[in-house]
T-cell receptor, first 113, second 114 residues
Framework: NAGVTQTPKFQVLKTGQSMTLQCAQDMNHNSMYWYRQDPGMGLRLIYYSASEGTTDKGEVPNGYNVSRLNKREFSLRLESAAPSQTSVYFC????????????FGEGSWLTVV | GNSVTQMEGPVTLSEEAFLTINCTYTATGYPSLFWYVQYPGEGLQLLLKATKADDKGSNKGFEATYRKETTSFHLEKGSVQVSDSAVYFCALGISSGSARQLTFGSGTQLTVLP
């Protein structure tokens, strides 16, 4: 039962470097999400994708880009990393039908120095 | 806009104590309400949910009732265990277009001592 899988789990970047966080789900969900988690602030939505081929900005999209490569995969890219992007990033996907439960990956710990 | 306000933590309890974590919300429309739990080093897991007023969500001894009149969804457990130590997040879900978005509270750290 893989569910939502994120890679890498840990990453250290230098300011200005770029990187892509990968996410894949095997539950045939249409909607996928990227959140960041910072101490005392809960989770904040960066971008989401309601279906394959569509993406929309969330609460804190600046400094990020996303790609919904296919129904399974939704990647998050930092083009020029900044220390303010040090955070824990969670990918999630949502079931359809009764309850609309959102399932989360295990998180990616990113440090920008 | 939509928002969730949770009881500030951290909360420290002895094993078998009664737990309440307060959660109130502000939302337009008719949200669904959720409690998620995050164990150390892990992602969030859905603990329970309620989709309409007066619904009670329950799981693993935890309960929460959707109170529209007080815009609240307080989490309770009658007797906590050490294994319940985690961060608990209250969240509301609203459909935006064809996608449902979750708005989270800031989280409450619970530590249960033996």
């Amino acid at each position: 039962n893989a569910g939502v899988t994120q890679t890498p789990k840990f990453q250290v970047l230098k300011t200005g470097q770029s990187m892509t966080l990968q996410c894949a789900q095997d539950m045939n969900h249409n909607s996928m999400y990227w959140y960041r988690q910072d101490p005392g602030m809960g989770l904040r939505l960066i971008y989401y994708s309601a279906s394959e081929g569509t993406t929309d900005k969330g609460e804190v999209p600046n400094g990020y880009n996303v790609s919904r490569l296919n129904k399974r995969e939704f990647s998050l890219r930092l083009e020029s990393a900044a220390p303010s992007q040090t955070s824990v990033y969670f990918c999630a996907s949502r079931s359809t039908g009764t309850g609309n439960t959102i399932y989360f990956g295990e998180g990616s710990w990113l440090t920008v120095v | 806009g939509n928002s969730v306000t949770q009881m500030e933590g951290p909360v420290t309890l002895s094993e078998e104590a009664f737990l309440t974590i307060n959660c109130t919300y502000t939302a337009t429309g008719y949200p669904s309400l959720f409690w998620y739990v995050q164990y150390p080093g892990e992602g969030l897991q859905l603990l329970l949910k309620a989709t309409k007023a007066d619904d009670k969500g329950s799981n693993k001894g935890f309960e929460a009732t959707y109170r529209k009149e007080t815009t609240s969804f307080h989490l309770e457990k009658g007797s906590v265990q050490v294994s319940d130590s985690a961060v608990y997040f209250c969240a509301l879900g609203i459909s935006s277009g064809s996608a449902r978005q979750l708005t989270f509270g800031s989280g409450t750290q619970l530590t249960v001592l033996p």
